[in-house]
């Protein structure tokens, strides 16, 4: 999904005569929250996948914890963005996914419904199996579903997945700091080749 709205995004600045290169000039407070956080959520991930002695011990033990703090780095830096509208939304997303994440365990849930609707038949079979750390299958005990991957993509689409509606939030945006950052105006500005308000005088 953030691929997706990453890749549209571009080719929608393109259209809009945004420029590439004004995306390496957009400055990021706290940046480094945010390169930590993802560090450590992949890191505890690998460790945990691996099982490499006492320190996976350790992540297995403290995972949700681990998996929390990686989440509490990434708030952190986005809210040092806030000036930038855009992050607001990817921090609504990125806490509704905390939330639902931490209230199952540290993991995602996901519809097996959801699963068969989006073809995703050999995923289904190895959640069953419990074999993906990151998430689990949706059960009557599970808490807060809602917020879960409960949201099929199947084909047509190009790329059949499970979103979550805080998925939703992340990848808008992630589209529309594209859109600023390209062409120095957001996506309903009154300049905006995209979306144009014309006020005639009567």
Not at 55 to 74: A, D, E, G, R
Not at 128 to 137: A, F, G, Q, S
Request: charged share 15%; proline share 3%.
């Amino acid at each position: 999904m953030l691929i997706e709205s990453m890749a549209t995004s571009l080719v929608v600045g393109k259209v809009r005569g945004g420029k590439l290169e004004n995306i390496g000039k957009v400055q990021i407070r706290g940046w480094y929250f945010f390169v930590l956080g993802f560090i450590i959520e992949f890191t505890s991930v690998y460790l945990k996948m691996k099982n490499i002695g006492i320190i996976s011990t350790f992540i297995n033990k403290y995972f949700i914890y681990v998996h929390s703090l990686s989440y509490i780095l990434i708030f952190i830096g986005l809210i040092l963005n806030f000036k930038n509208k855009s992050m607001i939304l990817v921090f609504i997303g990125t806490l509704l996914n905390f939330i639902v994440i931490v209230a199952n365990g540290g993991r995602m849930p996901v519809s097996p419904e959801g699963l068969k609707t989006a073809g995703l038949i050999s995923n289904l079979e190895m959640l069953k199996n419990d074999m993906i750390i990151t998430h689990t299958l949706i059960t009557d005990s599970t808490k807060l579903s809602i917020l879960g991957d409960i949201i099929p993509l199947s084909k047509p689409y190009p790329f059949p997945k499970m979103i979550s509606i805080g998925d939703i939030f992340l990848g808008l945006g992630i589209f529309c700091f594209i859109q600023g950052a390209m062409t120095k105006k957001g996506i309903f500005s009154r300049k905006s080749k995209m979306i144009r308000f014309e006020y005639k005088k009567r």
